[in-house]
């Protein structure tokens, strides 16, 4: 069984950082690639950045160069560096592995202006 679970939400002041994480279980984690999306209230689901297997990264307009994606060492995690952070940002953030279209739990990021 597939699990997805992420970690590193908070609360945090415009122009400030967070790291998200998500540690995958129950699948070859390097097959497909992983993605992060996010959520805010009364609005659409949306992606926010995605990673392939082999490393090559894509980014929504709203966050390129602010948010790096990146896999882990050990290949099962992958991480979402957020740098100066908006109110725009709130949202809960969910990973997603293409491959097996699971999903994460989610993690509330919420940035005060």
């Known amino acids: 069984q597939v699990q997805l679970v992420e970690s590193g939400g908070g609360l945090v002041q415009t122009g400030g950082s967070l790291r998200l994480s998500c540690v995958a279980s129950?699948?070859?984690?390097?097959?497909?690639?992983m993605d992060w999306y996010r959520q805010a209230p009364g609005k659409q689901r949306e992606l926010v950045a995605s990673?392939?297997?082999?490393?090559?990264?894509n980014y929504a307009d709203s966050v390129k160069g602010r948010f790096t994606i990146s896999r882990g060492n050990a290949k099962n995690t992958v991480f979402l560096q957020m740098n100066s952070l908006k109110p725009e940002d709130t949202a809960v953030y969910y990973c997603?592995?293409?491959?097996?279209?699971?999903w994460g739990q989610g993690t509330q990021v919420t940035v005060s202006s």
């Open positions: 129950g699948i070859f984690f390097s097959i497909g690639a």
């Open positions: 990673i392939t297997s082999d490393g090559s990264a």
């Open positions: 997603h592995n293409t491959a097996t279209e699971s």
